[in-house]
């Protein structure tokens, strides 16, 4: 069963301070996507990566793949409360054809004014 | 914005009732899902669509059917609810196909309640 581990789950900073989000499996994955999620809403893609070490920047989110690609990271540079939300990562499950995605159980994040 | 909308947005129904969600997609995609949130479990899927009539279950299938008539239109069923079923329910759709790079988009869920 493949397994994506997202930590932390929560994390509350302070407008300014930067933070690292990351998705761990022990899967390889042929692409990793990332979600922000805000209340009452469906998620929505930030960005997708796809070749193993491939660095993507998203204005001040840096979104990193393992060389590996069974990890990944998401850095954020100086946050604003507009960042605040559920970011979710999800890797491609696809196996014999199949399209499936399986996704981490999310990191809360609250950015403080 | 990938023409993704669900319906009802809420609903609040009884124990032992079937209810109907319907997702519906304007652009032609040959995958969609069907998945739900709650917290603590972060996005589960229920099952998924590869194309007209073309299903599949995903890891929390029990108790609930699907059906896809038409590339557009994607049903989820809950034969009798039960409060278990209580969630946000998310359709998803996949613009890739084979050889593509894979990206879902979502809807804007439904929440369901069972009392």
């Known amino acids: 069963t493949q397994l994506l581990e997202q930590s932390p789950q929560f994390l509350s900073i302070q407008e300014g301070e930067n933070l690292t989000v990351y998705c761990n499996s022990s899967?390889?994955?042929?692409?990793l996507q990332w979600y922000r999620q805000e209340p009452g809403e469906g998620p929505v893609l930030l960005v997708t990566?796809?070749?193993?070490?491939e660095v993507k920047k998203l204005k001040r989110l840096t979104f990193q793949f393992g060389d590996a690609r069974k990890d990944s990271s998401l850095h954020i540079t100086a946050a604003q409360p507009g960042d605040t939300g559920l970011y979710l990562c999800a890797g491609d499950g696809t196996t014999s054809g199949t399209y499936k995605y399986i996704f981490g159980t999310g990191t809360r994040l609250k950015v403080l004014a | 914005d990938a023409g993704i909308t669900q319906s009802p947005r809420h609903k609040v129904t009884e124990t032992g009732t079937p209810v109907t969600l319907r997702c519906h997609q304007t652009?032609?995609?040959?995958?969609m899902y069907w998945y739900r949130q709650d917290p603590g479990h972060g996005l589960r899927l229920i099952h998924y669509?590869?194309?007209?009539?073309?299903?599949d279950k995903g890891e929390v299938s029990d108790g609930y059917s699907v059906s896809r008539s038409k590339t557009e239109d994607f049903l989820l069923t809950l034969e009798s609810a039960t409060s278990s079923q209580t969630s946000v329910y998310f359709c998803?759709?996949?613009?890739?196909?084979?050889?593509?790079?894979?990206?879902?988009?979502f809807g804007p869920g439904t929440r369901l309640t069972v009392l």
């Open positions: 990566v796809v070749t193993g070490g």
């Open positions: 998803a759709i996949s613009t890739s196909s084979t050889g593509d790079l894979n990206e879902q988009f």
């Open positions: 652009e032609n995609h040959r995958y």
């Open positions: 669509s590869y194309g007209v009539k073309d299903t």
């Open positions: 899967s390889v994955f042929s692409s």
